[in-house]
C-alpha cells in the first residue's frame, strides 16, 4: 500500500446563497479551483488520472466528468461524483487515498463544490401534480428523519448545551474569522474573501430569528456557494511536499442524532490528540457536541473560524476542512478534519506534515 500525500490544495470563497455567485454553475466554480491546484502543484492537466468530486444538491448526473471536462483535463478521466451530503468532501479524499494506496492511480484530484443558488427545484410526481420538496428522505421511518435545525436542538438539550452558550461560540467564530488571512482562497467573480463574517454583538444574537428551541439563524451556518479541491499524489512522486494523509473513517451514528455521528470516526482514528482540528459548524450546538464527546480542546480548534462565519456549501463543506489545515499546519504538526452528515454519518481525517 503507497503512502499518500496532499501536495496542493485551494478553494473559492464561500459566499451566501443569493450572492455573488449566484449565477456560476458548479463546475464554473470548480474549474478555476483545480487550475490553481494544478499550478501549485506544478502538474500540467494530463498528469491527472481521476477526479473525484463531492456534490449533494446540485444537477444531477455525473457533475465531476462536466467539472474535469471544465477544468481541462483529459477526456480519459471519467470522473466520479460522490453524495454523503455534508461529509462528501472529506469522503472524496478518502476515495482517492484508497485508490493512490491500491496502484490504481497516481495522480487523483478531490474535492467538492456546491451552488445553493443554483440548485434544481425538486418534486414528486404525486397524483395531482408536483409535489414539492427540498430535504431529501436521510432515513426509511419519516418519525427518525427529522429537519435537520430540530435535530440539532434536540441533541443541544440532550447534550445540556444552552442557547447562550452556542451564541457564543457562533460570535468567537466570526470574530476569528475576521482576525485571520486566507491565502488559499481562489479568485472568482472578483471575489477574493469570504463575505460573510462579521461583528456579531450580543443584542444581535438575542434578536435572531429562531429556526427550532435554542437554534436560531445567528448561531446556525448560512447556505452558501463553493467550491474546494486539493491534488493527491502518490510517494515517491510526491517528494515529501505536502501533507502526509494518515487514517480516516467514515461511520454511521445514530440517524436522528446526526451531530454526533462525527465522535465515533474521531475516536476511530484517535484524533483527540491533534494539534489542529477543523470540525465542521453547521450548528453551533453540533460542534460544541463534538469536541466535548471526542474530548478536543477547544484552543486547538477552528482556529481561524468556520462554518458559522463562512457559510455551508453542503458537498464542498468538507474538503473546505482539508483545504484549512493544508495552508495552516506548521512542520511538526498532526492536523484533524471532522464533519458530520445528515442521516447520522460522520468522517473524521488525519493529516500530518512533516518536521
Not at 478518502?94 to 478531490?110: E, F, K, S, T, Y
Not at 452558550?165 to 472568482?188: G, L, N, R, T
Not at 443584542?203 to 435572531?208: L, P, T
Not at 458537498?315 to 511538526?332: M, Q
Amino acid at each position: 500500500m503507497r503512502a499518500v500525500r496532499v501536495v496542493a490544495a485551494r478553494r473559492s470563497a464561500v459566499v451566501p446563497r443569493g450572492g455573488a455567485f449566484a449565477g456560476l454553475d458548479p463546475h464554473q466554480l470548480a474549474a478555476p479551483v483545480i487550475a490553481a491546484c494544478l499550478a501549485d502543484a506544478g502538474l500540467a492537466a494530463g498528469a491527472v488520472d481521476e477526479l473525484i468530486c463531492s456534490n449533494a444538491i446540485g444537477p444531477g448526473g455525473n457533475l465531476a466528468r462536466v467539472v474535469a471536462l471544465a477544468a481541462g483535463l483529459p477526456q480519459e478521466v471519467a470522473g466520479l461524483t460522490v453524495d454523503r451530503q455534508c461529509a462528501g468532501g472529506l469522503d472524496a479524499l478518502l476515495l482517492g487515498q484508497a485508490l493512490i494506496a491500491a496502484g490504481q492511480a497516481d495522480v487523483v484530484i478531490a474535492g467538492g463544490v456546491e451552488s445553493y443558488s443554483r440548485r434544481p427545484l425538486r418534486a414528486f410526481d404525486g397524483p395531482e401534480g408536483p409535489e414539492f420538496y427540498t430535504q431529501a428522505p436521510f432515513t426509511p421511518w419519516p418519525e427518525r428523519d427529522p429537519d435537520m435545525a430540530g435535530a440539532a436542538d434536540r441533541l443541544g438539550q440532550i447534550c445540556d448545551i444552552p442557547r447562550g452558550e452556542a451564541d457564543a461560540w457562533s460570535v468567537i467564530s466570526h470574530e476569528k474569522a475576521m482576525a485571520s488571512q486566507f491565502p488559499e482562497i481562489v479568485e472568482i467573480a472578483g471575489i477574493a474573501t469570504d463575505p460573510y463574517p462579521r461583528q456579531m454583538a450580543a443584542g444581535v444574537m438575542r434578536r435572531a430569528p429562531v429556526l427550532a428551541g435554542a437554534v436560531t439563524v445567528a448561531n446556525t451556518a448560512v447556505a452558501a456557494d463553493a467550491a474546494a479541491f486539493f491534488v493527491l499524489m502518490a510517494e515517491p512522486l510526491a517528494r515529501g511536499r505536502g501533507l502526509v494523509v494518515g487514517r480516516g473513517r467514515s461511520l454511521g451514528g445514530q440517524p436522528d442524532l446526526p451531530g454526533l455521528a462525527p465522535v465515533a470516526a474521531i475516536r476511530a482514528i484517535d484524533g483527540a490528540g491533534a494539534d489542529r482540528a477543523e470540525i465542521m459548524e453547521a450548528y453551533a450546538v453540533q460542534a460544541l457536541a463534538c469536541v466535548r464527546q471526542a474530548g478536543l480542546d477547544p484552543a486547538r480548534v477552528n482556529l481561524k473560524g468556520g462554518a458559522l462565519a463562512r457559510g455551508h456549501p453542503i458537498g464542498a463543506s468538507g474538503a473546505i476542512l482539508v483545504v484549512r489545515l493544508f495552508h495552516d499546519l506548521l512542520p511538526g504538526e498532526t492536523g484533524l478534519a471532522a464533519i458530520a452528515a445528515a442521516g447520522g454519518i460522520g468522517t473524521a481525517l488525519l493529516l500530518h506534515r512533516d518536521p
